[in-house]
Each structure stands twice: as structure tokens, then as C-alpha cells.
């Protein structure tokens, strides 16, 4: 796991390193505070998705 972020609440957001897809990406994944033994959820496809959505989301007026 590489740790990319973390956000204001807790979580973790890692790209797991341990699977590759056929295309090579790696898969973003949000970790609870207490990490992998708490359950991890599938975010993004890969880090360029992870990015995409994070600027989309910085720039929208939420």
C-alpha cells in the first residue's frame, strides 16, 4: 500500500499495490483510520481516475 491522502475525516486513500489490472493501473482504496483490519472500499479504478474526481471535486461549489 502507498498512502496518496488523507482526508478530513480519518480515512486513508491508498493505492494498493499488491494487485495490478490488465492494463497495469492499481487500484485506489479508502482505509479507515485503523487500516486494512477496519475493511477497505474500492474508490477508483486507478490514481488518474482518483485525481480527476478529486479536481472535479475542488473546483465544484459543494
Given at each position: ?9 480519518g480515512p486513508y ?25 477496519g475493511g477497505s ?22
Amino acid at each position: 500500500m502507498l498512502r496518496i491522502e488523507m482526508s478530513d475525516d480519518g480515512p486513508y486513500y491508498v493505492i494498493d499495490l499488491s494487485l495490478t489490472d490488465a492494463e497495469g493501473e492499481r487500484a485506489v482504496l479508502e482505509l479507515p483510520v485503523q487500516g486494512m483490519s477496519g475493511g477497505s472500499e474500492k474508490i477508483a479504478d486507478d490514481f488518474g481516475s482518483f485525481l480527476l474526481a478529486e479536481i472535479a471535486y475542488a473546483l465544484s461549489d459543494d
